[in-house]
């Protein structure tokens, strides 16, 4: 299109509106975001330009994950803090750009349109305007209000002191019976600490990366609480998705089955795990869930895994469910990517975690009960009544899966350290690589995707197993093998996995789906490459409650047999309750699901994969930062590929951190 040069915008409301319309054509704002512009233009016909571009930049905000509209960051780098043009694109006119959009514009002059504008309403001010505007912060009403119920809730779960049975120091010693030794030194046993932090509160948060033992941990946890409690706890179990809650159901059946505590405690540490949708109740084509203030859950103690993917909405309704007396255990990688939808709670809780600040009276209490040494090069003192917050969380500090030699391990922490030649040093080991794609990129990602046998596994290998592992033709309709084949696809595609930082673009989700389809299906290993096919895999992209389907569920096309004898292609997906079952759905059910050779790194989270690779764009663009990496690299549990159009892309990345917009931790300190 050929862009028309606005001037001026913030002078008028019709240029305004009629930039927002050219951002909404280039793809750089929602739809809804223009919308909402002209809605407030009803409602305050007289509404300043400077107002309504705050407006729809805080609703932008929030599809990029921001809770709110940050004034000050925005005028400091608008195309930055905005993320805009989106992906890299370049602009057809520089002065489309919010750079351009904004020059001039002073903050204190922001600040006071939006303070005297009858559509925003102060911290404390009317509650009927449909903007708050809090120190240099914009905010949508019902984001403020998630964010200070989540605040409020928090601040008072922070100050619940737990007693502790007099028992605890030889519970601790039963469930951590050898003392912490790694490379032959006796390390601090972060995992019986956090247990002991955890004993004395209400509220806990236990962070960690990849092989800490957050399972592990929380699992002695609960058998400490249960065998220390004078009649038995109710315990939930649950995390934000499917794959998620399968995952720790798996894991936390052995490790209860092994705990050294009497029978009658192991069977009171339920081993399901359900997610947070399921959990709450959800209500059909509403926001909203079956318990909430009125109608708590009914439980003593919750624990939510893979807390990093929790947004702010689904937070201010978890808390909000649970009943005051009720124990409140997070576990996640504060190092992680951030939520899909607006919020970075983890990343903001968990913001010093690193350094400790422990109160001295709470470091000698712990070191007492445990036996252990709060040492560690990043420890940092705090202050006798500072820091409250920093006294209930806890941060596990040894990786058991990238112990040694683990170059995923060593690669992972470069980059969380933003060190970029040494990330770049640790590729050429056996379990982490590097591909160039130049030249015969097609015959590149073929190997890619094939893999072989010994090697890192691609494609080839769930295809195989689809191929080979199909039950004889004159097997029943409704014997078992039908459904261990089609688990047995399902698991081996799952031990690879292709991951973009992009959507658009040849080296993008879009372009690159279409291209793995059509390489599979000329080499003979896909019966097609459009529409629907025996091996399709697909993503559902959107929460389908009437199919108990997940937005980020995961199922394969696949052709079962019928009563009558027909072959009939049906998408066999994991029950999203972590029991490990499997539903079966007509293909012409399915109205929202893409197919899903590769995926975002945001779609991974919560997943793990024996291979995974992650291709970059080529040129930098604002999704691209070193917390992305991480996730990405971390989803491999034994090898990982880096694919590269260009040099010096991963470099730059590294160099990057993503930064999320909001308020918590000084609604927190307000609250106190």
Known sequence: MTATVITAPLTSQSRLLELLDQWVALGWLRPLDRALAGFFVDLDPSAEASVLLAAALASHQLGHGHVCLDLAATLAEPDFALSLPPEGEESLSDMLLPSRMLAGLALADWVQALALSPLVASAHGASDRPLVLHAERLYLRRYWNYEQSVARALAVRIRDDRPVPDSLPEWLNRLFPEPLVLDGERQTDWQKLACALAASSGFTLITGGPGTGKTTTVVRLLALLQGTADKPLRIRLAAPTGKAAARLTESIGAQVASLPVDPAVRERIPT????LHRLLGSLPNSRHFRHHAGNPLALDVLVVDEASMIDLEMMACLLSALPPHARLLLLGDKDQLASVEAGALLGDLCRDADQGHYQPERVA???RVSGERLEHPALQAGEAGCYPLAQRILMLRYSRRFAGGSGIGRLAEAVNRQQAGLARRQFGRDDVATLRLKGEQDAALNRLLQGGRGQAVGYGHYLERLNTGRPAA??????????????QVLTAFDEFRLLCTVRKGPWGVAGLNQRIAALLQRRGLLEAEEGWYEGRPVLVTRNDYGLGLMNGDIGIALRLPEEDGRRVLRVVFARNDGGGGLRFVLPSRLSEVE???AMTVHKSQGSEFAHTAL???????????KE??????TRARHWFTLLEPRAGVFEQAIGRRVERRSGLLAGLQEEH
């Open 365 to 367: 209490w712990l070191e």
């Open 615 to 625: 291709i970059l764009p080529e040129a930098l663009n604002p999704v691209l930062t």
């Open 272 to 275: 399901e795990v359900s997610t």
């Open 628 to 633: 992305l990496l991480y996730t990405a690299i």
């Open 474 to 487: 004159d097997t029943a309709h409704d014997d078992p093998a039908w459904t261990n084949w089609a688990g």
């Open 595 to 597: 197919t899903v050779f």
